[in-house]
Structure formats: structure tokens, C-alpha cells
């Protein structure tokens, strides 16, 4: 009985117990490890629950289908099967389910599952990224979205405008400067053609005679 409830499970990805409690396998969606650069692939989780303790009309139809019974003959079998199972859980012993996992009862009284390892059958893989650098591709810029090719242009365009109008900035800098040099020159100095020629004297000489005269 555990391997055709184990495929029914595999196959409708939910399952209902009388008297233990019911099976669903939830997928969880693959995702990306960019630290690791790996690719984890989608996997299926099997929770089970003791609240909902109830036949699978499903299960039934599947376990007549299969041995070629009546409904109710498949139902009087899963209710015995699932006393049975409740009585050797109480009892400590464990339930195995085919490639799925196993029921078994702690100390505190509740039903543990204990799923297979090897149930999922898909394996991480490297994932490198690859930057195309010259192909255009979708770009979210706050709420709206645009191309790689537009976001290039427009900070090309500024790069260009920066290079551009940085050698004012330093025209106007130098500029500045050299009033600045020239305000304090001249508030040491009176504003004449005096003020602004060079003071310093230089002594003239008289050069030697290049001539005697006869006596």
C-alpha cells in the first residue's frame, strides 16, 4: 500500500490519511546564487500535516482503478492499511514510503516526516554571467524602462559636456587669480606709470678713453 500511495502523491502532489494526516508537495522556484555563481534548480517539498485526517477520493478511485475493485472495497483497504500504520506508529515503528520518505512518531507524541534525500533528482549548476557589451538590452531607471544602448548615449553625452566645459573652469580660475595678485599689487602701489614700471636705479658710468690726445 505505501508504494501505490507513494505514486498517487507523485503524481496529484497531495494525499489524504485517515487517521494520519495528509501529504502536499510544494515547489519551490529555482533561483540564483550569485555569490557562488550557481544555478539551484526548482524542487519539490513534501510537508505533511496531522490536521486534515481524512480519504482522498482520489486515492480511492486510484486504488480501484488499479486492482480493479469496487470504490468501497478500495476504501475498507486504505482504512485498514491506515489503522495498521497508526497503531505501529504508536508503537515507535516506522512507516517508509517508496522514494519518498518515512512516518515515524517522537517522543512528544506528534508524526514526523522524514523526506528522502534523493527525491529530487535535478543537481545545482555554474552559472557565469555574461556581459555583452555592445548589445542592447532592457534596463529598469527608477520606474521606467529603457535600452542599454539610450542609458550609453546619455552619459556619453555628458562625459563629453564635462571634458568640454572644463577647460573654462580652469581659464576662470587662473583669471581670478592673477586679478587677485594685481588688486593686492596695486593697493601696495600707487595706480600711475610709475607704479607699474621698475624702480630700480642703475648707475651710469663713464667709459674709459678709447683715445690720447698728442702733447
Excluded at 595706480?191 to 607699474?196: E, L, R
Amino acid at each position: 500500500m505505501q508504494d501505490l500511495i507513494a505514486s498517487y502523491l507523485i503524481q496529484k502532489k497531495e494525499c489524504h490519511l485517515p487517521l494520519l494526516g495528509n501529504f502536499i508537495i510544494k515547489s519551490v522556484p529555482a533561483y540564483l546564487d550569485v555569490a557562488n555563481k550557481k544555478i539551484f534548480p526548482s524542487i519539490d517539498e513534501i510537508v505533511f500535516s496531522e490536521d486534515e485526517n481524512y480519504l482522498s477520493e482520489g486515492l480511492k478511485e486510484y486504488l480501484a482503478q488499479l486492482q480493479h475493485i469496487s470504490l468501497q472495497e478500495a476504501e475498507e483497504k486504505i482504512n485498514n492499511w491506515s489503522l495498521h500504520a497508526k497503531i505501529k506508529l504508536d508503537l515507535g515503528e516506522r512507516i517508509d514510503f517508496a522514494s519518498v520518505g518515512s512516518l515515524q512518531k517522537e517522543a512528544s507524541g506528534n508524526i514526523l516526516f522524514d523526506q528522502e534525500n534523493d527525491f529530487n533528482f535535478y543537481e545545482p549548476v555554474t552559472a557565469e554571467r555574461v556581459i555583452h557589451k555592445n548589445t542592447e538590452h532592457a534596463v529598469l531607471v527608477g520606474d521606467k524602462e529603457t535600452t542599454s544602448v539610450v542609458m550609453n548615449e546619455f552619459y556619453k553625452d555628458d562625459i563629453v559636456i564635462e571634458k568640454k566645459s572644463s577647460w573654462k573652469i580652469w581659464a576662470i580660475v587662473l583669471l581670478s587669480i592673477a586679478l587677485l595678485v594685481l588688486i593686492i599689487y596695486f593697493y601696495n602701489h600707487s595706480f600711475s606709470v610709475n607704479g607699474i614700471a621698475n624702480k630700480t636705479a642703475f648707475p651710469v658710468q663713464e667709459p674709459p678713453a678709447t683715445y690720447s690726445v698728442p702733447q
